[in-house]
């Protein structure tokens, strides 16, 4: 089937705005994750929701940053009063829980312009 | 501070040779370990996984193997081919459907 989509592909905005970035995880899949990969660095984690709850957010660099997942499937990652800083690639991940060795599968990412 | 650390940060291999590609973490809680590999402009793409019960694990030409008194695990690709050029990041995670933790990756060459 589908694999993890992410929209937009691209997000430019001005230092100050509001942002939205969409995911859509593989369909059945229960857990999913929010990642975000500055240049040279791995995949650095940010939150993940097991169904409609966040299981985890520790990764949330500060209140700026939220996410949803009002139904338990598709999410939304919002960033308030964008700083130069958050400029990044953010991935989304999903998964089925309970199953594997703990395999994530990714989305192509969001890449995130503030200027 | 790093948990997973690769610290070759490029990797040249001739085309038909094994690729080694080697990872340390610092976490003993660590109880699953992955690698991605991931290309230009994509999501990373899983490859393989092991846990921590087990010392190996191979699917087709990779091959992960695990050394937790060194703390210490590698990815093995045999034969390379041209297609594996790419960035490879090691990963580990505390329990199985936990957040995972990266490394800063590795990138490897295959060359003709």
């Known amino acids: 089937g589908a694999g993890v989509s992410q929209t937009p592909s691209n997000k430019v905005t001005e230092k100050g705005k509001y942002v939205e970035l969409r995911c859509d995880p593989i369909?059945?899949?229960?857990?999913l994750y929010w990642y975000r990969q500055s240049l040279g660095q791995g995949p650095e984690f940010l939150i993940y929701f097991q169904g409609t709850g966040a299981a985890d957010d520790s990764g949330l660099p500060n209140d700026r940053f939220f996410a949803v997942r009002p139904e338990g499937s598709v999410s939304t990652l919002k960033i308030q009063r964008t700083e130069r800083g958050d400029s990044a690639v953010y991935l989304c991940?999903?998964?089925?829980f309970g199953r594997g060795l703990g395999e994530q599968f990714f989305g192509p990412g969001t890449r995130l312009t503030v200027l | 501070d790093q948990q997973v650390k690769q610290n070759s940060p490029s990797l040249s291999v001739q085309e038909g040779r094994i690729s080694i590609l080697n990872c340390d973490y610092t976490n003993s809680m660590f109880d699953y370990f992955l690698w991605y590999k991931k290309y230009p402009a994509e999501g990373p793409t899983f490859l393989i996984s092991?846990?921590?019960?087990?010392d190996k694990n191979e699917d087709g030409r990779f091959t992960v193997f695990l050394n937790k008194s060194a703390k210490h695990l590698s990815l093995h690709i045999v034969p390379s081919q041209p297609g594996d050029s790419a960035v490879y990041f090691c990963a580990a995670s505390p329990n199985r459907d936990d957040k995972i933790i990266f490394g800063k990756g590795t990138r490897l060459h295959i060359l003709p």
């Open positions: 369909s059945g899949h229960t857990a």
């Open positions: 092991i846990s921590s019960i087990k």
């Open positions: 991940a999903s998964s089925f």
